[in-house]
C-alpha cells in the first residue's frame, strides 16, 4: 500500500521550532522528488521546499535561512526543520512524493504559530 505518513505538526509560539517527518512506504522512495507544500486557511497550496533524488534541494523565498529539508533513505523518511516560526507560517503542511509520471501526496500535518 501506498503511503505517505505525516507527523509532527502542533502548536508553537512565534520564534520557536518544529520538525515535520513524513514517513513513506509502498513505493520506490530513493527515486522520488520529495517536498513539503502548505496550504493555509482561504488560499491555495504552495510549495515549501524540494529535495531531489540526488540530494539537490529547493527553497520558496519565504522560508529560505529558516527551513530546511532533508531526507533519509534508510528510513524511507523526509523531514522538515522549521526554525524561526512566525504567524503567518500557521498552515497545514503535506508531504509529497513525485517522479515524471506519478504525484503522491500525504494527508497533512497541522502547524498553528500562535502566542
Known amino acids: 500500500q501506498v503511503q505517505l505518513v505525516e507527523s509532527g505538526g502542533g502548536l508553537v509560539q512565534p520564534g520557536g521550532s518544529l520538525r515535520l517527518s513524513c514517513a513513506a512506504s509502498?513505493?520506490?522512495?530513493?527515486?522520488?522528488?520529495m517536498a513539503w507544500y502548505r496550504q493555509a486557511p482561504g488560499k491555495q497550496r504552495d510549495l515549501v521546499a524540494s529535495i531531489s533524488s540526488g540530494g539537490i534541494t529547493n527553497y520558496a523565498d519565504s522560508m529560505k535561512g529558516r527551513f530546511t529539508i532533508s531526507r533519509d533513505n534508510a528510513k524511507n523518511t523526509v523531514y522538515l526543520q522549521m526554525n524561526s516560526l512566525k504567524p503567518e507560517d500557521t498552515a497545514v503542511y503535506y508531504c509529497?512524493?513525485?517522479?515524471?509520471?506519478?504525484?503522491?501526496w500525504g494527508q497533512g500535518t497541522l502547524v498553528t504559530v500562535s502566542s
Open positions: 509529497n512524493g513525485r517522479t515524471f509520471n506519478r504525484a503522491l
Open positions: 509502498g513505493f520506490t522512495f530513493s527515486i522520488y522528488t
